[in-house]
């Protein structure tokens, strides 16, 4: 990894030089090449967690080793503070990446044989150079993890802002300038015939998502979650737990202690609020950073896990399970597991034998329990087995009404539906009202679904009285046809 990163660094500092040829650099007397490095060791300095790490020896050695500046402990604590400890720098792109990007929008400045703009090409030397600076220490402190998810997200929010993100395929167009500020291992063997089969017959029972290779690449997930609408501090915890993990990969692969992580989690929220979509995403994510070995998601919710008659649910239980084993298991509604008071009721045992299965499958199984969230709090709490095993929480809030809009176009886009002018009107005022008047009952996403179905249904029994109906006229959905 070192010669690897080294060889991007100095194909960055290339570039930087390229772009200062063309006219795209500082005119203060710094040249490219020093500026980047001298952005780069700010964005290390403010990494760093002196009370994680004391002595910064590591990082001196880091530092020295990659960008050639050698510090004394006090220098460098001074240099953090003077440069880092301002609220603003977090905030603002470094300098260097404004002329990469400037560069870019000019039209003059072709992508990099990777297929990335040199502003792309800048945000991965960051990620890289920052994965491997925290992996470098003995232990990582979540402190220095939630600093490198911050300033990188800040990085890559401000590159999507120009659309210079993605990869492209040659010279992005001219006249696009905006203002541009500165300042697992493999799944367990020796599986019986006799269980897969087992399992396999149950796939018709269970709501299990599996996954083909072509569903698996990194880049094309991150970009599916970072384009949901909203959810914007749930796409953060999650970032910032597959950063951990992948520092944490990195340790393991160099026999480093690894800082401790829980993979079960709690999504807690209001109904349609992505939260199995984003476990869907999850599923997939982890699969190609190997945190587990087959990346597909089990759905099943209390109807699935427990059954009436004694002995039955711990099977019933056992088999979900094991169908799950490699990927996530997803039990929507957890709380009704624990929700019987009478002594009568079966969840609990559903319950105990889930704690035992996570147990025996910590290496090989993730859980996710979602709901509501006083009755999530209220199942965890039940019971000190749930409270120990689940301790990272992801809150899902409801959408508001621009945001359920958007998924209701983003919904008719996928199914070649398009509202007319006055139909987008109203379907944005129709949403609003319907967020300022909702009760406990209201679904979010859901309530988009329903309403575009009925809004097709009416448009189906208007056209279908023409006596020739064009594809734009199958295509629209008029005012009348999205009216309540």
Do not use: W
Not at 280 to 286: S, V
Not at 336 to 346: C, H, M, N, Q, W
Request: aromatic share 10%.
């Amino acid at each position: 990894m070192l010669m690897s990163l080294k060889q991007e660094l100095n194909d960055c500092y290339m570039y930087g030089e390229i772009i200062s040829h063309q006219g795209f650099g500082p005119d203060t007397g710094i040249s490219m090449r020093e500026m980047i490095k001298f952005d780069l060791l700010q964005f290390l300095a403010y990494l760093i967690d002196r009370q994680s790490s004391p002595t910064l020896y590591s990082e001196i050695s880091f530092i020295h080793q990659y960008l050639g500046e050698y510090f004394t402990p006090n220098k460098l604590e001074i240099f953090k503070v003077e440069r880092t400890y301002d609220k603003s720098f977090a905030e603002n792109p470094p300098r260097s990446l404004t002329y990469f990007v400037k560069a870019d929008l000019s039209g003059k400045s072709a992508y990099t044989t990777k297929g990335f703009s040199k502003a792309r090409n800048l945000y991965n030397i960051y990620v890289k150079m920052g994965q491997e600076f925290i992996s470098s220490k003995k232990e990582a402190s979540q402190k220095e993890l939630d600093a490198f998810t911050n300033y990188t997200a800040m990085m890559e929010e401000y590159i999507r802002s120009f659309k210079l993100f993605e990869p492209g395929k040659g010279p992005i167009p001219a006249g696009k300038v905006g203002n541009i500020g500165g300042s697992k291992s493999d799944n367990k063997a020796g599986k019986s015939d006799a269980v897969a089969g087992k399992l396999d017959g149950m796939k018709g029972k269970l709501n299990v998502k599996e996954i083909s290779d072509e569903e698996l690449n990194y880049e094309d997930l991150m970009k599916e979650l970072n384009t949901l609408v909203g959810l914007d501090e749930v796409k953060k915890d999650i970032k910032s737990l597959v950063n951990l993990l992948k520092v944490k990969k990195m340790r393991e692969e160099r026999g480093m202690k690894q800082p401790s992580v829980s993979l079960h989690m709690v999504f807690s929220g209001n109904p349609g609020t992505g939260k199995t979509t984003v476990a869907r995403l999850l599923a997939k994510i982890y699969k190609c950073i190997d945190v587990v070995p087959k990346g597909h998601l089990v759905e099943v919710d209390r109807s699935n896990l427990v059954e009436g008659y004694v002995g039955q649910t711990a099977i019933k239980t056992k088999e979900v399970v094991e169908s799950a084993l490699g990927g996530i298991l997803f039990i929507d509604e957890a709380y009704t597991l624990t929700a019987g008071k009478d002594g009568k009721d079966f969840g609990q045992e559903a319950v105990d034998t889930l704690l035992k299965l996570m147990e025996d499958n910590r290496d090989n199984l993730v859980v996710i329990v979602a709901g509501y969230t006083d009755l999530m709090k209220e199942f965890v709490e039940s019971n000190p087995g749930l409270k120990s095993r689940f301790n990272k929480y992801i809150f899902f809030k409801d959408y508001t009404g621009d945001q359920l809009y958007d998924i209701f176009m983003s919904m008719c886009d996928k199914q070649e539906y398009a509202p007319n002018s006055a139909g987008k009107d109203y379907v944005k005022e129709y949403f609003n009202n319907k967020v300022e008047k909702k009760d406990e009952n209201f679904a979010n996403a859901r309530e988009v679904r329903n309403y575009l179905e009925r809004s097709i249904s009416r448009q189906a029994s208007r056209i279908v009285e023409l006596e020739s109906v064009s594809d734009k006229q199958l295509k629209t959905l008029t005012k009348s046809d999205l009216e309540e």
